[in-house]
């Protein structure tokens, strides 16, 4: 039967406006008293906090539901070209404070609270955020939806809605401990289910290939189990802009009863099919740079990106349109490998679902999709092995069999390509029991394939994709990573967005490039001593906090040494820790008369079952023991881990940073996020010629900038040659006192072992480099001290770093993405 269109006028009428969208403080207290009676069902007197939090999340949900219900209006009145971004992972940060700010309703809903005797600051604190990601490539994926909603790129984004994200990491003993994450414990106001949006998954079973009487070719996949995948949709405000929305799928069983089973009296067997099915996105899995090779990972992917297509096919026809032009309309955007399987899966729609003939479906298929590689480390590259492929998704090994073999012909007949570059390009990897390489089956089913820092897409294409750049040039391309500064300024450093607003206006939020400004009061004393106080005030709020969550006082008059993100080898936080303890020797010798007093701050999670980087927080932890009570030390250094890392944490830390550390091995560090965020807050840099470090000391200057260690091609050069970490102990004093100490069993006296493998790893294998780069380290800290000495200089190179970080707004990279990718324009250059 046909409806009658609601006319959509009524929205903004005035009764629903007033009520449901006002911006006033009235119309928000209003909202919110509603919210808590109505929604919530409670009054003031028996309300928790909790409940307050709930109210106030509803009452700002509604706001932004407008500004997204009138975005997806118009992207479908004007019929635009929309983004899918496809990621397992994404990092959010709590809502409510970036809903508030994008709104522009932040002091008003304060007052509105306040009269009603809330605390809004404290309603804030109650939002558990979404840790549905592991770090970098998860927070990424949040930036660049704030961006697009912001500049108006029509966008969805879809994913995985994990009920257990990221562990909770507790430190016991100076250990990591893993505790369930329970973000959902007490609901989620800022999501809506649409239990009508739902598709049907299939695993498992095996294929038939038919002939009709036509002489019609199909293929029949018959399963031999499925599942369905719910959409919950969180609406995602712009800045002052536009809405979006992050579609994250739940799986869910088909039938939540087997009432066959039921009837026989299999109590249990009755409810297995619904715990197998929703199994699959139960738990995010904690690996940031390893692959696993699970079936349940296998399966948590495809899961995802199917439900995406389907939905994305959905949504195409629902327009009136035909199939033919998908990619007239959808840019799909695979974040890593991933979602690489959507190659697969979109042609198993076209061909198998709605028989489009495989050449047109392979064309639209590679015009729809591109490509974001995120690492260059061997064991982050994804491969399935052949049988646990076959076993999940029958039909998709037959499609990649296909894909590949149309390849590999184009390869040898077109191109005259050796047999050894056949062997190194296919997408199935012949050794042992034969895997599918899944980057070279998105670079293959992509139009770009993109890098994610100038170095990092230059050795994409000398290294892992040599052959593939050599053969499609034009194919490969780079988008510098970027930052949101709504998110890693103005929501967590308010005293500095209050004084650059104060002086250069407020466009910088949106045109970061307009940052450059500050230049000029780079050197005006009235200046930086404002700017000094901010940070002292920020370096005393996390003092607070520090102690707060470890009992450690740290006077905020040393200078903050940062070195926050995931645990891992090739960050090289044990060099750090090499340094720390060579400062702790130069005390425990006298020599320390003018060294300056300074805190180290870690925080990091690491993988649950990597032992290095486990071992590395216990040496971490174990530092700090030994030096934050020893009084002969301790007013000269500190070492802090924090635990538990998140974005609410990080909002924290990087405000209250003086130097950054960003010292991973060169040519590793695909392009480091965290790095633009510190130094957005005034945190000068020390750091190695590695991932997006090398543009930004580009724009910094190196005079602005510590500089230190081996270059890609050195550490490359090196590693070619005859490299004998050994040598470096030989011939470096102090490097030779650390690394005794090291073992020398007053770092853990219960066990003098403990720190034997970081030891041993270091000094006849060093993968990473550590001593080859420890001078050099140590000698650019020496600059770094000296720098500190004149707090006018130092601040004047904060001022400068911050003044030249425009081209690090990750607004800056969504643009880039739209133009060289996407080919999207926004609503802001639209008529
Ligand atoms: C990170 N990758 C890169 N992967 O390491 C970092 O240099 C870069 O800035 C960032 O991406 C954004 O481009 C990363 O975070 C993961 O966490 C994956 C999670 C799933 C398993 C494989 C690693």
């Known amino acids: 039967k046909e409806r009658k269109a609601i006319n959509f006028d009524l929205l903004t009428s005035k009764t629903i406006k007033s009520k449901r969208i006002g911006l006033s403080k009235n119309d928000i207290k209003d909202s919110f008293l509603e919210n808590l009676f109505f929604h919530i069902g409670r009054v003031p007197k028996g309300a928790t906090i909790m409940d307050y939090y709930q109210a106030l999340a509803y009452t700002v949900r509604d706001r932004v539901f407008k500004e997204f219900v009138t975005t997806v209006k118009r992207i479908s009145d004007e019929d635009l070209r929309v983004v899918a971004y496809l990621s397992a992972e994404y990092l959010p940060g709590p809502h409510l404070a970036n809903n508030l700010l994008s709104l522009g309703i932040t002091e008003q809903t304060a007052a509105a609270m306040a009269e009603l005797g809330i605390d809004m600051e404290e309603l804030i604190l109650q939002e558990e955020e979404p840790g549905l990601g592991n770090g970098g490539l998860g927070r990424l994926a949040s930036c660049y939806l704030d961006s697009m909603a912001t500049i108006g790129i029509p966008s969805i984004a879809y994913g995985i809605r994990y009920e257990f994200g990221i562990f909770e990491q507790h430190i016991k003993n100076g250990l990591q401990e893993e505790y369930t994450d329970k973000w959902l414990q007490y609901g989620n106001p800022w999501e809506v289910v649409r239990s009508e949006i739902g598709y049907n998954i299939m695993f498992g079973g095996s294929t038939k290939h038919v002939t009709d009487s036509n002489g019609n070719f199909t293929v029949n996949w018959i399963p031999d189990s499925k599942l369905r995948g719910t959409a919950y949709d969180t609406p995602i405000l712009g800045y002052k802009g536009y809405g979006s929305i992050l579609r994250l799928w739940r799986a869910e069983a088909i039938d939540t009863f087997d009432f066959s089973a039921y009837n026989k009296g299999d109590y249990y067997k009755a409810v297995q099919e619904k715990i197998l099915s929703e199994n699959i996105t139960k738990v995010l899995y904690p690996n940031d740079e390893q692959e696993t090779g699970k079936e349940l990972r296998l399966k948590q992917q495809y899961f995802f990106v199917s439900c995406s297509l389907q939905d994305l096919i959905r949504l195409h026809l629902l327009q009136g349109r035909i199939l033919d032009t998908l990619h007239e309309k959808f840019a799909i955007q695979l974040n890593d490998t991933h979602p690489a399987i959507a190659v ?153 967005t209050g004084l650059i607003t104060e002086t250069i206006g407020s466009g910088w939020l949106t045109d970061l490039k307009e940052l450059s400004k500050l230049e000029n009061m780079a050197e005006d004393p009235t200046f930086q001593n404002k700017w000094m106080a901010i940070k002292q005030t920020n370096k005393a709020s996390l003092s607070d906090h520090i102690k707060l969550e470890t009992g450690i006082s740290v006077d905020p008059s040393m200078m903050f040494d940062v070195h926050v993100k995931r645990i891992h080898e090739y960050k090289r936080q044990h060099l750090n820790v090499l340094n720390i303890l060579h400062l702790y020797l130069q005390i425990k010798k006298g020599n320390n008369k003018d060294m300056i007093p300074m805190a180290f701050i870690f925080a990091g999670k690491a993988a649950p079952g990597y032992f290095m980087a486990k071992l590395i927080i216990k040496l971490i932890t174990a530092v700090g023991d030994l030096i934050n009570q020893d009084t002969e030390v301790n007013d000269k250094l500190k070492v802090i881990f924090l635990p538990d890392f998140s974005v609410k944490k990080a909002q924290h830390i990087y405000p209250a940073a003086d130097l950054s550390e960003q010292i991973s091995m060169a040519g590793k560090e695909a392009s480091g996020t965290g790095n633009m965020k510190l130094s957005l807050n005034g945190a000068l840099t020390i750091g190695t010629l590695d991932g997006a470090n090398v543009e930004m000391m580009e724009e910094i200057g190196m005079d602005n900038f510590f500089l230190f260690g081996l270059n890609a091609e050195e550490v490359q050069h090196k590693k070619q040659g005859n490299y004998k970490p050994g040598d470096h102990y030989v011939h470096n004093l102090h490097l030779r006192e650390v690394m005794d100490f090291l073992i020398s069993g007053a770092l853990s006296p219960e066990n003098p072992k403990l720190f034997q493998p970081i030891y041993e790893q270091l000094l006849y294998d060093d993968p990473y480099m550590i001593m080859a780069d420890f001078e050099s380290y140590l000698i650019s800290r020496a600059k770094v001290y000296e720098e500190w000495g004149n707090q006018s200089n130092w601040t004047k190179k904060s001022i400068i770093n911050v003044a030249r970080m425009g081209k690090f707004s990750s607004d800056r990279s969504i643009q880039d993405y739209s133009s060289l990718i996407w080919k999207i324009d926004s609503f802001q250059n639209r008529p």
Not at 412 to 432: F, N, P, T, V
């Open 344 to 496: 697969a899966e979109l042609m198993r729609l076209l061909v198998d679902d709605y028989q489009i003939d495989w050449d047109k479906s392979w064309n639209i298929t590679q015009r729809c999709f591109g490509y974001t590689n995120h690492t260059l480390l061997p064991e982050a590259l994804e491969k399935w092995s052949i049988p646990l492929f076959r076993r999940v998704l029958p039909r998709h090994l037959e499609i990649i069999y296909e894909i590949n073999h149309r390849f590999v012909q184009e390869l040898k007949y077109q191109h005259g390509c050796s047999d050894e570059q056949l062997s190194r390009m296919a997408l199935i990897d012949h050794s042992g029991e034969g895997s599918i390489r899944m980057a070279h089956l998105a670079t293959v089913g992509s139009h770009k394939v993109n890098g994610v820092s100038a170095l990092h897409s230059e050795l994409l294409k000398k290294h892992v994709l040599y052959d593939f750049a050599q053969l499609w040039p034009d194919k490969f391309c780079n988008v510098t990573n970027g930052i949101s500064p709504r998110r890693f300024i103005a929501l967590s450093n308010p005293l500095l």
